[in-house]
DNA sequence: GTGACCACCTGGCCGC
DNA sequence: TGCGGCCAGGTGGTCA
């Protein structure tokens, strides 16, 4: 699925592909996929409008469009295309932004997880999914006092608790997974029994193996390809995510596939006890 | 306030 | 080969 590394991939990619351009219409083929909107409002105040820049906060695309701002949540297996004209619609292909150069850019999403919010530009820290967003682990305001403030009164397992993206936003199960590991922290483990220096480690390894997925263009897996032909290599980089049966490049015990909280979760039992 | 559970949705996989 | 059932999972809503 898309966490913070893959959005950031397809932020950078489409930057390339769609700044100033003009839109001429939009087909919305799935309803519910815009949610603050009704489709009418939702075309009305974008037709006619140029793309002026994409942002990114933890996993959510924001195309900035002359005043508005429209949210993308790509969720599980959201992709964005950029198309011309006359290609024919594949099914999955359930919003379709028409530009004035015959070029298009379409939004397709197997699962029909993914969310479109629009909303005033000047709203977006104001009334907006962003404003209930946790840091992101470059953000130097996660340190381990916020950490422990956010997780000492916690018995959720740790691994929920970096899912919560309202405390620590971009991180996926993917992500979660690897970051967990090489903390040495068992997933399972309650979040307020964690120690100054797991909130250090959490922090130092959240940004670490983030960086390095950013700057391989993310995780190509089964359930998640980019969009445009890029294709992530942090996939070889994964030291126990998808590793089940496979030794630990540590201490060499076979890593264990569980669940937390209905969650796939990858593990050494050995190394994180 | 917290945590558990469910719905959303469909392709892939497995067993029969 | 075809069918049914299960699994995957981020987020928001509901309920205890």
Same mark, same amino acid.
């Given at each position: 699925m898309p966490e913070l590394p893959e959005v950031e991939t397809v932020r950078?990619? /489409?930057? +390339? @592909?769609? /700044?100033n351009k003009e839109i001429r219409d939009i087909d919305i083929f799935y309803n519910k996929m815009i949610r603050n909107q009704s489709i009418e409002a939702f075309r009305n105040q974008l037709i006619g409008k140029k793309i002026d820049r994409i942002e990114r906060y933890g996993k959510h695309l924001v195309f900035v469009i002359d005043e508005y701002a429209l949210i993308s949540h790509l969720r599980m297996e959201g992709k964005y295309f950029i198309k011309h004209l006359e290609e024919e619609r594949n099914k999955h292909e359930h919003v379709i932004f028409y530009f004035t150069d015959d070029s298009t850019l379409r939004y397709q999403d197997t699962r029909k997880f993914g969310t479109m919010d629009l909303i005033l530009y000047k709203d977006l820290h104001l009334n907006s999914p962003i404003v209930k967003l946790g840091y992101e682990p470059f953000n130097n305001l996660l340190d381990s006092k916020y950490l422990k403030q956010k997780l000492s009164k =916690?018995?959720?397992a740790i691994k929920s608790a970096l899912l919560d993206q309202t405390i620590i936003t971009? !991180?996926?199960n993917i992500y979660v997974d690897e970051v967990l590991f090489r903390c040495n922290l068992n997933?399972?483990?309650?979040? +307020?029994? !964690? =120690? =100054? =220096?797991? @909130?250090?480690?959490v922090i130092l390894y959240s940004k670490q193996v983030l960086e390095k997925a950013i700057n391989l263009g993310g995780t190509t897996i089964r359930s998640y390809t980019s969009s445009l032909g890029v294709t992530g290599r942090f996939q070889n980089d994964l030291l126990v995510h998808t590793k089940v049966g496979t030794p630990c490049v540590v201490c060499g015990t076979e890593i264990l596939k569980t669940k937390v909280n209905g969650r796939g979760t990858y593990y050494c039992p050995n190394c994180q006890k």
């Open positions: 950078r990619t /489409l930057e +390339n @592909y769609v /700044l =916690k018995t959720v971009g !991180l996926g997933p399972n483990m309650p979040s +307020n029994q !964690l =120690k =100054k =220096k797991d @909130y250090d480690n």
